[in-house]
């Protein structure tokens, strides 16, 4: 169970049955700023003009129509020009679609808050709240902040837009009436962007603004000029030299052009609509995109990315070094078992135990003990106590109630039983008993009690003569899921190691709960830091690592990366800056990290969970297999555009494409690559293991598919060509050619897509079926006119399906190499 923390600054003066007074929220609001979780950001038509500014396509419309217009063309440049609008409302709805994910996130915000102030209720606006409100929220509202649950029988929250999950969650109020907890779990905790479902809900508020888990959300879901990750410097460098190849393909083509005699405006055209069909600007633009999607669908699995780098990062991880406290299970200790003496049952041990408990003590352990315990057995007055020292290692009380002076004393087992009456053979089996119990992993406590005479002195503490009363066991027990998570990762080829400083015996038992090393983990007790170096052959195959200090902390993960791996470590405090830093991805505890670990760390887990990061790493697996279905459909619809709008007229035909085909070539490829590819993770890793070594967007068996497709639709196009002009109008054969060729061209087109998608989704078939619409243009006379293109005859339909199932039967084996990959 997640706890998260109670600032108490948040909530110090706030009254959670009166609220606050008018007097507090002015000095709170200039403290903590407003409720702003979400501003919207301004949309002015200008930045949308600005982003199609720099669409090389609309210059290139510019410039051919403003060449037809002065040799007296005007139809030809009149439909260049109108071909800019339907270009530009794309760029925009793009531009669109790539915000509404962030934007959209306001319209899930309450705009209104019923807030109790100066003792009165108050209809105010949500950004005027602070810390300290109390608000109340009726069904069907959403939450305007960060708080806890005051009151509400339970109540059911919608909490969908953090966690991805539809499935509703129960709450229940947290107890205020006494001291504030310093930290509460998710159940007592309703936060802002999430909506309740049923009943009315009291929540006293404690985090506004960006400091609110949603807010956290929409600050980095907007981040943008992040630093280039290396793919992004890959694919720049790609676009270098694709650019560098088409100015001079260009400049050659424009030659040939003019040597064979076709005139200077013809070589000129030529020339622009070989280097706007050969312009590589859906690779960064599609790229930069992703990463964006990547960063947005990451935080709604409860990891928020602080660089880039580790969108792409991510999903490629081949060992994961993880915390086990707080990670891998709860984080909070809890009653495993009561081991009581004859004569003594298991709540009266407890109750005993508990007794000698201060109760200012904050240890996690008498937490633990005083949960489980119904009530203190030796009630009475209590004379004295003596403390619990690392020295020590115990703790004792004095009582004095009806049955006279009482000595009660718990501890470590080691010390307590060295207090008790000599009995080799009962001490034989209680030690017996400890090892076992310690074996499983539990932390162990002894407990025992004496009388004591009458003029006792209680400034002296009895240490000898006591009845050992039983022995208690406490464990951290493992989160819900883990176990699955960790045998998930290991069948997906990750390695999973357990970083702990606890005893190997504990680490060893919570290592065969979840299943590390086929139950059988091997686990590497270290010590001492400054002692004997550890041999990194064993330190990188243990896959538990006990009584680790920082220092070898990193050292494991340089010995993993030495190794090939791709490492992911967890950390939470500011000893484990140094293993975040030198990991490949370093992720923080968002909910018991420092702010060390969190500047350090690539991502913050919002819930501190294990579970939650497999989940990221899935995440991160299918966009990068999103991005290579995407970057493949590119480069096999580029090839044969580009390879047959140089081939053919380099081969003294006419021009296949015109610009206004380039235009319409632009529409189609254009959007399916921003759109098409954008399949969604089902937070399950499966899969095959990732390769090791440097990131390849493709292996040398999917290469190979690749250009073998992209050289069958290349064909399949040139023979379009030279079946449309045999078979088309005697009047005028290049129309017949180009008419065929362009449907080949776009029936490949969402052949490809169909074969790297599976057409799974809604988004993949509009596309496709949009593509088929605008092959249809073709058969529509009046505009087949205007397109240059003339309709197609029964055969000529029945070729085009023909030679674009040449190319699906090509694609096939690129669509198997890739799905082996992922």
């Known amino acids: 169970?997640?706890?998260?923390?109670?600032?108490?600054?948040?909530?110090?003066?706030?009254?959670?049955?009166?609220?606050?007074?008018?007097?507090?929220?002015?000095?709170?609001?200039?403290?903590?700023?407003?409720?702003?979780?979400?501003?919207?950001?301004?949309?002015?038509?200008?930045?949308?003009?600005?982003?199609?500014?720099?669409?090389?396509?609309?210059?290139?419309?510019?410039?051919?129509?403003?060449?037809?217009?002065?040799?007296?063309?005007?139809?030809?440049?009149?439909?260049?020009?109108?071909?800019?609008?339907?270009?530009?409302?794309?760029?925009?709805?793009?531009?669109?679609?790539?915000?509404?994910?962030?934007?959209?996130?306001?319209?899930?915000?309450?705009?209104?808050?019923?807030?109790?102030?100066?003792?009165?209720?108050?209809?105010?606006?949500?950004?005027?709240?602070?810390?300290?409100?109390?608000?109340?929220?009726?069904?069907?509202?959403?939450?305007?902040?960060?708080?806890?649950?005051?009151?509400?029988g339970d109540p059911q929250f919608d909490e969908s837009s953090l966690?991805?999950?539809?499935?509703?969650?129960?709450?229940?109020?947290?107890?205020?009436?006494?001291?504030?907890?310093v930290d509460a779990d998710a159940s007592h905790w309703a936060h802002a962007g999430t909506r309740l479902l049923s009943g009315t809900a009291r929540l006293w508020i404690v985090h506004t603004g960006a400091r609110?888990?949603?807010?956290?959300?929409?600050?980095?879901?907007?981040?943008?000029?992040?630093?280039?990750?290396p793919l992004q410097q890959s694919v720049a460098r790609l676009v270098r030299w694709i650019l560098i190849a088409a100015l001079l393909f260009c400049l050659l083509l424009a030659a040939v052009r003019l040597l064979q005699g076709h005139g200077p405006l013809d070589a000129l055209i030529s020339a622009l609509v070989l280097a706007v069909a050969a312009l590589p600007e859906e690779f960064p633009v599609v790229f930069t995109l992703f990463l964006g999607v990547g960063v947005y669908r990451l935080a709604q699995r409860q990891a928020l990315v602080r660089r880039a780098v580790a969108v792409e990062n991510i999903g490629r991880v081949t060992a994961i070094c993880s915390d086990k406290t707080g990670t891998l299970t709860e984080g909070r200790l809890r009653l495993a078992e009561a081991v009581p003496t004859e004569g003594l049952d298991g709540p009266a041990l407890l109750a005993l135990a508990a007794s000698v408990v201060d109760a200012a003590g904050h240890d996690p352990l008498d937490q633990a003990l005083c949960a489980a315990s119904p009530s203190a057995a030796c009630g009475g007055e209590r004379l004295a106590t003596f403390p619990f020292t690392e020295a020590r290692r115990r703790e004792t009380a004095l009582f004095r109630g009806?049955?006279?002076?009482?000595?009660?004393?718990?501890?470590?087992?080691?010390?307590?039983?060295?207090?008790?009456?000599?009995?080799?053979?009962?001490?034989?089996?209680?030690?017996?008993?400890?090892?076992?119990?310690?074996?499983?992993?539990?932390?162990?406590?002894?407990?025992?009690?004496?009388?004591?005479?009458?003029?006792?002195?209680?400034?002296?503490?009895?240490?000898?003569?006591?009845?050992?009363?039983?022995?208690?066991?406490?464990?951290?027990?493992?989160?819900?899921?883990?176990?699955?998570?960790?045998?998930?990762?290991?069948?997906?080829?990750?390695?999973?190691?357990?970083?702990?400083?606890?005893?190997?015996?504990?680490?060893?038992?919570?290592?065969?709960?979840?299943?590390?090393?086929?139950?059988?983990?091997?686990?590497?007790?270290?010590?001492?830091?400054?002692?004997?170096?550890?041999?990194?052959?064993?330190?990188?195959?243990?896959?538990?690592?006990?009584?680790?200090?920082?220092?070898?902390?990193?050292?494991?993960?340089?010995?993993?990366?030495?190794?090939?791996?791709?490492?992911?470590?967890?950390?939470d405090g500011v000893n484990d800056v140094p293993a975040l830093q030198a990991a490949d991805i370093g992720i923080a505890m968002g909910e018991r990290g420092t702010r060390s670990a969190r500047e350090a760390a690539a991502i913050v887990l919002l819930d501190d969970n294990f579970r939650t990061l497999v989940a990221a790493i899935a995440e991160g697996r299918q966009l990068f297999a999103n991005l290579q279905r995407g970057f493949a459909y590119l480069l096999l619809v580029h090839l044969p555009l580009v390879l047959s709008a140089a081939l053919v007229p380099l081969a003294g035909f006419p021009l296949l494409y015109l610009p206004i085909h380039i235009v319409w070539l632009e529409l189609i490829i254009h959007p399916t690559s921003m759109l098409a590819f954008q399949r969604r993770s089902e937070a399950q890793l499966r899969g095959q293991p990732v390769a090791r070594g440097p990131v390849r967007?493709?292996?040398?068996?999917?290469?190979?598919?690749?250009?073998?497709?992209?050289?069958?639709?290349?064909?399949?196009?040139?023979?379009?060509?030279?079946?449309?002009?045999?078979?088309?109008?005697?009047?005028?054969?290049?129309?017949?050619?180009?008419?065929?060729?362009?449907?080949?061209?776009?029936?490949?087109?969402?052949?490809?897509?169909?074969?790297?998608?599976?057409?799974?989704?809604?988004?993949?078939?509009?596309v496709a079926a949009a593509a088929l619409a605008s092959a249809a243009l073709i058969q529509v006379p009046m505009l087949s006119a205007l397109l240059e293109v003339q309709p197609l005859a029964p055969a000529g339909l029945a070729a085009a399906v023909a030679l674009a199932g040449l190319a699906w039967l090509a694609a096939l084996p690129l669509r198997a190499a890739l799905d082996a990959e992922s």
């Open 697 to 766: 967007f493709f292996s040398a068996r999917a290469w190979r598919a690749l250009l073998l497709a992209g050289a069958a639709a290349t064909g399949a196009v040139l023979a379009g060509h030279g079946l449309g002009g045999i078979a088309g109008d005697v009047a005028d054969p290049a129309a017949g050619a180009r008419s065929l060729a362009l449907a080949v061209l776009i029936l490949c087109s969402v052949v490809f897509l169909a074969v790297l998608t599976g057409l799974r989704g809604r988004m993949p078939r509009l």
């Open 212 to 229: 609110t888990q949603y807010g956290e959300i929409v600050r980095l879901a907007r981040a943008s000029r992040q630093a280039r990750t």
């Open 402 to 571: 009806s049955d006279g002076l009482v000595a009660v004393v718990k501890g470590a087992p080691e010390t307590v039983l060295a207090m008790c009456a000599p009995d080799s053979p009962t001490q034989a089996c209680w030690r017996e008993r400890l090892d076992a119990l310690a074996a499983r992993g539990y932390k162990v406590i002894a407990c025992a009690r004496r009388a004591l005479p009458t003029g006792h002195d209680p400034e002296r503490e009895p240490d000898s003569g006591y009845a050992l009363a039983g022995l208690l066991a406490f464990g951290d027990p493992v989160r819900e899921g883990v176990r699955e998570s960790v045998q998930a990762c290991l069948a997906a080829g990750i390695r999973v190691i357990m970083v702990t400083g606890d005893h190997p015996l504990t680490a060893g038992a919570i290592a065969r709960d979840i299943g590390l090393g086929g139950g059988t983990p091997s686990v590497l007790g270290l010590g001492d830091p400054g002692g004997d170096p550890v041999d990194t052959d064993a330190l990188a195959g243990a896959d538990v690592i006990a009584r680790a200090a920082p220092a070898q902390k990193l050292q494991l993960v340089q010995a993993l990366q030495a190794r090939g791996h791709i490492v992911a470590v967890t950390g």
């Open 1 to 152: 169970m997640s706890l998260r923390q109670i600032p108490r600054e948040s909530l110090e003066g706030s009254d959670p049955g009166a609220g606050l007074r008018s007097g507090q929220v002015a000095e709170r609001r200039r403290r903590f700023g407003g409720n702003d979780v979400a501003e919207a950001a301004p949309r002015r038509w200008w930045t949308v003009a600005a982003a199609s500014a720099r669409d090389p396509m609309l210059w290139f419309l510019l410039v051919v129509s403003a060449l037809f217009l002065a040799l007296g063309d005007v139809a030809e440049a009149v439909v260049l020009l109108a071909a800019i609008v339907p270009l530009l409302g794309m760029d925009a709805w793009l531009h669109r679609r790539t915000q509404v994910s962030t934007e959209g996130l306001a319209s899930r915000l309450a705009a209104t808050a019923r807030v109790l102030r100066d003792g009165a209720w108050q209809l105010l606006p949500a950004r005027d709240l602070v810390p300290g409100d109390v608000v109340e929220v009726a069904a069907g509202g959403w939450v305007p902040a960060d708080g806890l649950l005051l009151s509400g």
């Open 163 to 181: 966690t991805g999950e539809s499935f509703p969650v129960r709450k229940r109020a947290l107890d205020v009436s006494g001291a504030l907890p």
